[in-house]
């Protein structure tokens, strides 16, 4: 597809609907840059474009767009600023409520019952530190491996910063480069640029001189230079990399059940208020009596201590901190997360699809042998003009050691290497290279030929694991303008040529590892099906055959599918073709890994529900990826989904927590509002329940090491222990209360017999919670066994300190009330056990790590 006149600059995509407000803000702030970027741009001195296609712009004319500050440097940040960590953590739907309640207490309670206010401050603190650590590791390490872009000035070919590039720098392309700011096409060598990112067209796009090239899109074949037309917030791509990059939304099972979670009890939050309320002021004698004695206050306090138990404060900020660790983690061992929930991600895959070159092998080619067929005059220069080129692909620069320089004449037209076509030509006029040259697969090139030697032997180098190229020639050029419009009749062989790449040493033990996991493997590569083969028995693979030629594979995305569950080894892929396979494997239901690092694996990367590059790959291939293994070590995978599943494993033992908690403070606030009795707890009372069996224990909880594997249904597992265990604890306490108010002790006084009631129920619910923890914590090692012992210990310290109990205002019931809170205690911790262990039977809950 050829596009011969100048595009006039793409309009711009409406981007304002279901955005943060901070994104709108800053848009608008690129609005205003743009304009002054249009009125600097009017200062400039005009500039002679064939002196600036020739030497690129002078050191005085960077100046002078630098003073004029156009440049590529764009105001969004990779990652999150800190205000939006700030707001993101400190003033959310729940942080409201509770610091509405706080206020209140203040205003008309005792300050100790505000106690709850400070667990909210130091939650909030935590929570921003913890993510500001991970944003400063990500963002130094993303710094540190940025896409660089090339320009020509003075004369000589400059590397830099993309964000360094200014208006009219002349960009030199190649393949794999991803454009770094909009331009025109200046000089286009066979110039293909995959724009499917940006506009939705999956067919790369040739470029022809004065057509526009897109910030954002990718070089998939041949080369050429541009000038830079549009740089910074003006570009096409400006207000879309800031939502594609490190914070943008990978699908993610714990976000989404956790948003229906908070959402479910947003909703049910507003009729509790109002029956709590109503009901508390009732239990103080009515509306008007509360009102006009002043008890109205209690109502008040009891009515917060309902609210406080309700919300699950901590549980988008525990989840929050153990994505932002793992990926701090990760980010040590040289894995950079681009998406924090893609940490989660590795650990749901059950499929991997591999590319074999640059993934499974180091991705360096080295010549292994030459077989001549017939030595037509020249052929050797050709082969070290191929391998001197500028775009040269790893195979084609693997052939500069063993060619010498490259010659002088300059060919008259060529055709770029591409993954879609298998071959590239050049075309040499009269002399001693006459004629059309020809460097690609011998099964492609020769097709419809009577050839059988060099088909022979690329069959049997590629049995051997050997790459097999061949060059032929034909004496008699042929016109193309293109290669789609390239013939390959009348070409004869001339030469063979054999590549040999090495398998990465730790490949074998790191699909070993996945196969170990239940995880399936599939192997997808553009090169001869029997060479795939060979690497696959290398690295590991059982099989026997040739392995599967994907140009037989077809196109219905079912019956794509059918091949694929019966083949896992496959060669001669297009990347059309990866894209498919990956989206045909998706319709099967399967959680699909690809790995890559050329361009042409990108499009598979992007539909892929995990991304994975290699740090060596292209531009294009790292920007489109979740994850990028910096170091380029495959080994590194395994420790990606250790911490994957440590943060799925503990994430769930955290929201079984907070849920069993928010369950049974909204049965008994139902209860109590039906029944209109006192709000059986005081705020400060919550605070150490939530503390001691929750709060803390959560958050170490959610950073122990934890080996489980993934297991789907995380939000239908949760809800099944977390409703029946949260019943259990408010029937107990229902029943303590209960028999409380219907058994007083006259001797005591109200006020004595309201505090040991409260004291009961206290109890209750600690004990019945910490054996909910002791549960979820299992199976006990040495720190989970120490996290338990120390929670208990520091209930019998409250418990036994006098200050400790008077700050709480707990008083220790006696006689019957004591017996019955023990005994009702005792049958809910039966009850939890039996509930844990029939769950753990039909799988709901799991001990295995």
Same mark, same amino acid.
């Given at each position: 597809?050829?596009?011969?006149?100048?595009?006039?600059?793409?309009?711009?995509?409406?981007? #304002?609907?279901?955005?943060?407000?901070?994104?709108?803000?800053?848009?608008?702030?690129?609005?205003?840059?743009?304009?002054?970027?249009?009125?600097?741009?009017?200062?400039?001195?005009?500039?002679?474009?064939?002196?600036?296609?020739?030497?690129?712009?002078? =050191?005085?004319?960077?100046?002078?767009?630098?003073?004029?500050?156009?440049?590529?440097?764009?105001?969004?940040?990779?990652?999150?600023?800190?205000?939006?960590?700030?707001?993101?953590?400190?003033?959310?739907?729940?942080?409201?409520?509770?610091?509405?309640?706080?206020?209140?207490?203040?205003?008309?309670?005792?300050?100790?019952?505000?106690?709850?206010?400070?667990?909210?401050?130091?939650?909030?603190?935590?929570?921003?530190?913890?993510?500001?650590?991970?944003?400063?590791?990500?963002?130094?390490?993303?710094?540190?491996?940025?896409?660089?872009?090339?320009?020509?000035?003075?004369?000589?070919?400059?590397?830099?910063?993309?964000?360094?590039?200014?208006?009219?720098?002349?960009?030199?392309?190649?393949?794999?480069?991803?454009?770094?700011?909009?331009?025109?096409?200046?000089?286009?060598?066979?110039?293909?640029?995959?724009?499917?990112?940006?506009?939705?067209?999956?067919?790369?796009?040739?470029?022809?001189?004065?057509?526009?090239?897109?910030?954002?899109?990718?070089?998939?074949?041949?080369?050429?230079?541009?000038?830079?037309?549009?740089?910074?917030?003006?570009? &096409?791509?400006?207000?879309?990399?800031?939502?594609?990059?490190?914070?943008?939304?990978?699908?993610?099972?714990?976000? +989404?059940?956790?948003?229906?979670?908070?959402?479910?009890?947003?909703?049910?939050?507003?009729?509790?208020?109002?029956?709590?309320?109503?009901?508390?002021?009732?239990?103080?004698?009515?509306?008007?009596?509360?009102?006009?004695?002043?008890?109205?206050?209690?109502?008040?306090?009891?009515?917060?201590?309902?609210?406080?138990?309700?919300?699950?404060?901590?549980?988008?900020?525990?989840?929050?901190?153990?994505?932002?660790?793992?990926?701090?983690?990760?980010?040590?061992?040289?894995?950079?997360?681009?998406?924090?929930?893609?940490?989660?991600?590795?650990?749901?895959?059950?499929?991997?699809?591999?590319?074999?070159?640059?993934?499974?092998?180091?991705?360096?080619?080295?010549?292994?042998?030459?077989?001549?067929?017939?030595?037509?005059?020249?052929?050797?220069?050709?082969?070290?003009?191929? @391998?001197?080129?500028?775009?040269?692909?790893?195979?084609?620069?693997?052939?500069?050691?063993? &060619?010498?320089?490259?010659?002088?004449?300059?060919?008259?037209?060529?055709?770029?290497?591409?993954?879609?076509?298998?071959?590239?030509?050049?075309?040499?006029?009269?002399?001693?290279?006459?004629?059309?040259?020809?460097?690609?697969?011998?099964?492609?090139?020769?097709?419809?030929?009577?050839?059988?030697?060099?088909?022979?032997?690329?069959?049997?180098?590629?049995?051997?694991?050997?790459? =097999?190229?061949?060059?032929?020639?034909?004496?008699?050029?042929?016109?193309?303008?293109?290669?789609?419009?390239?013939?390959?009749?009348?070409?004869?062989?001339?030469?063979?040529?054999?590549?040999?790449?090495?398998?990465?040493?730790?490949?074998?033990?790191?699909?070993?590892?996945?196969?170990?996991?239940?995880?399936?493997?599939?192997?997808?590569?553009?090169? +001869?099906?029997?060479?795939?083969?060979?690497? =696959?028995?290398?690295? @590991?693979?059982?099989?026997?055959?040739?392995?599967?030629?994907?140009?037989?594979?077809?196109? %219905?995305?079912?019956?794509?599918?059918?091949?694929?569950?019966?083949?896992?080894?496959?060669?001669?892929?297009?990347?059309?073709?990866?894209?498919?396979?990956?989206?045909?494997?998706?319709?099967?239901?399967?959680?699909?890994?690809?790995?890559?690092?050329?361009?042409? %694996?990108?499009?598979?990367?992007?539909?892929?529900?995990?991304?994975?590059?290699?740090?060596?790959?292209?531009?294009?291939?790292?920007?489109?990826?979740?994850?990028?293994?910096?170091?380029?070590?495959?080994?590194?995978?395994?420790?990606?989904?250790?911490?994957?599943?440590?943060?799925?494993?503990?994430?769930?033992?955290?929201?079984?927590?907070?849920?069993?908690?928010?369950?049974?403070?909204?049965?008994?606030?139902?209860?109590?509002?039906?029944?209109?009795?006192? &709000?059986?707890?005081?705020?400060?009372?919550?605070?150490?329940?939530?503390?001691? #069996?929750?709060?803390?224990?959560?958050?170490?909880?959610?950073?122990?090491?934890?080996?489980?594997? &993934?297991?789907?249904?995380?939000?239908?597992?949760?809800?099944?222990?977390?409703?029946?265990?949260?019943?259990?604890?408010?029937?107990?306490?229902?029943?303590?209360?209960?028999?409380?108010?219907?058994?007083?002790?006259?001797?005591?006084?109200?006020?004595?017999?309201?505090?040991?009631?409260?004291?009961?129920?206290?109890?209750?619910?600690?004990?019945?919670?910490?054996?909910?923890?002791?549960?979820?914590?299992?199976?006990?090692?040495?720190?989970?066994?120490?996290?338990?012992?120390?929670?208990?210990? @520091?209930?019998?310290?409250?418990?036994?300190?006098?200050?400790?109990?008077?700050?709480?205002?707990?008083?220790?019931?006696?006689?019957?009330?004591?017996?019955?809170?023990? =005994?009702?205690?005792?049958?809910?911790?039966?009850?939890?056990?039996?509930?844990?262990?029939?769950?753990?039977?039909?799988?709901?809950?799991?001990?295995?790590?």
């Amino acid at each position: 597809m050829k596009q011969t006149a100048p595009q006039a600059r793409p309009p711009r995509r409406d981007m #304002t609907h279901s955005k943060p407000k901070g994104t709108i803000l800053a848009e608008r702030r690129d609005e205003h840059r743009r304009a002054a970027m249009e009125h600097a741009r009017g200062t400039l001195a005009p500039v002679d474009v064939v002196a600036l296609s020739r030497v690129g712009l002078t =050191a005085a004319q960077v100046h002078e767009r630098r003073v004029a500050e156009l440049t590529n440097a764009v105001a969004h940040e990779s990652s999150r600023s800190i205000w939006a960590i700030v707001r993101a953590n400190v003033f959310t739907l729940f942080n409201t409520v509770l610091g509405s309640c706080l206020v209140l207490v203040l205003l008309v309670g005792d300050p100790r019952d505000a106690l709850f206010g400070f667990i909210v401050v130091v939650n909030a603190a935590i929570g921003v530190v913890q993510e500001y650590r991970a944003k400063r590791t990500l963002d130094k390490l993303a710094v540190l491996h940025a896409p660089r872009a090339r320009v020509l000035r003075d004369g000589a070919e400059h590397e830099l910063a993309v964000a360094d590039v200014v208006q009219d720098d002349v960009l030199l392309l190649r393949t794999g480069d991803q454009v770094p700011a909009d331009a025109l096409v200046l000089v286009g060598e066979s110039l293909a640029i995959d724009e499917s990112l940006l506009t939705g067209e999956s067919d790369p796009v040739e470029k022809a001189p004065g057509d526009l090239a897109l910030s954002g899109s990718a070089v998939v074949a041949g080369y050429g230079t541009a000038r830079v037309h549009r740089v910074g917030a003006e570009s &096409y791509a400006s207000a879309l990399t800031a939502e594609a990059r490190r914070f943008s939304l990978v699908n993610s099972e714990i976000r +989404n059940s956790i948003n229906r979670i908070i959402l479910y009890i947003a909703w049910a939050l507003i009729p509790i208020i109002v029956l709590v309320i109503n009901g508390q002021m009732s239990a103080n004698g009515g509306w008007s009596a509360a009102l006009a004695s002043g008890q109205w206050r209690v109502a008040v306090v009891s009515a917060v201590a309902s609210i406080v138990a309700m919300i699950p404060e901590g549980l988008v900020l525990l989840t929050s901190i153990s994505f932002g660790m793992a990926a701090v983690t990760l980010a040590r061992r040289q894995v950079l997360v681009q998406e924090l929930p893609a940490v989660e991600g590795l650990a749901r895959v059950d499929m991997v699809c591999l590319d074999k070159t640059g993934t499974l092998t180091e991705g360096r080619m080295e010549l292994a042998g030459t077989t001549v067929f017939a030595a037509v005059p020249g052929w050797e220069a050709v082969l070290a003009w191929q @391998g001197a080129h500028p775009n040269a692909n790893p195979t084609a620069a693997a052939l500069a050691a063993g &060619y010498g320089e490259a010659p002088q004449e300059q060919p008259v037209a060529e055709v770029n290497f591409s993954s879609a076509n298998k071959f590239s030509a050049v075309t040499f006029g009269p002399g001693p290279m006459a004629g059309d040259w020809v460097l690609g697969a011998p099964e492609v090139l020769l097709q419809g030929e009577s050839h059988p030697e060099p088909l022979t032997a690329s069959f049997d180098a590629a049995g051997r694991g050997l790459r =097999a190229v061949l060059l032929a020639h034909r004496p008699v050029p042929a016109p193309a303008d293109a290669a789609d419009d390239f013939s390959l009749t009348g070409l004869s062989p001339v030469a063979l040529l054999v590549f040999r790449e090495k398998v990465r040493s730790d490949a074998a033990q790191t699909l070993q590892y996945f196969r170990d996991q239940g995880v399936a493997l599939k192997i997808i590569s553009g090169d +001869n099906p029997r060479t795939v083969a060979a690497v =696959a028995r290398d690295v @590991g693979f059982n099989f026997s055959g040739d392995g599967y030629d994907a140009r037989g594979l077809p196109e %219905d995305v079912g019956s794509m599918a059918d091949v694929l569950a019966r083949e896992s080894v496959l060669g001669r892929v297009t990347p059309e073709q990866k894209k498919a396979i990956v989206l045909a494997l998706q319709s099967r239901g399967h959680v699909v890994a690809m790995t890559g690092d050329g361009v042409n %694996d990108a499009l598979a990367l992007k539909h892929a529900d995990i991304g994975i590059a290699m740090g060596s790959g292209a531009a294009a291939t790292k920007a489109v990826s979740r994850l990028v293994l910096l170091d380029g070590q495959f080994s590194h995978l395994p420790s990606v989904v250790a911490e994957g599943r440590r943060v799925i494993a503990n994430v769930e033992r955290v929201a079984n927590l907070f849920l069993t908690k928010t369950t049974y403070a909204i049965i008994i606030s139902i209860a109590i509002g039906i029944l209109m009795w006192r &709000y059986p707890f005081l705020p400060r009372q919550l605070s150490v329940v939530s503390s001691m #069996t929750i709060g803390i224990p959560a958050f170490f909880l959610a950073l122990l090491p934890n080996a489980r594997r &993934y297991q789907p249904g995380f939000l239908r597992r949760t809800l099944m222990f977390a409703i029946p265990a949260g019943a259990i604890v408010a029937a107990c306490v229902m029943a303590v209360y209960s028999l409380a108010r219907a058994f007083p002790v006259p001797s005591m006084g109200e006020e004595h017999m309201v505090r040991q009631a409260q004291t009961a129920v206290t109890v209750t619910v600690l004990l019945v919670g910490l054996w909910v923890l002791g549960a979820l914590a299992r199976p006990f090692d040495k720190w989970r066994a120490l996290l338990v012992a120390a929670m208990v210990a @520091g209930l019998a310290l409250i418990m036994a300190v006098p200050f400790a109990r008077n700050f709480f205002a707990l008083d220790i019931p006696g006689g019957p009330l004591l017996a019955v809170t023990m =005994a009702v205690t005792a049958a809910g911790c039966l009850a939890i056990e039996l509930l844990y262990r029939f769950l753990k039977r039909r799988g709901a809950v799991s001990e295995r790590e």
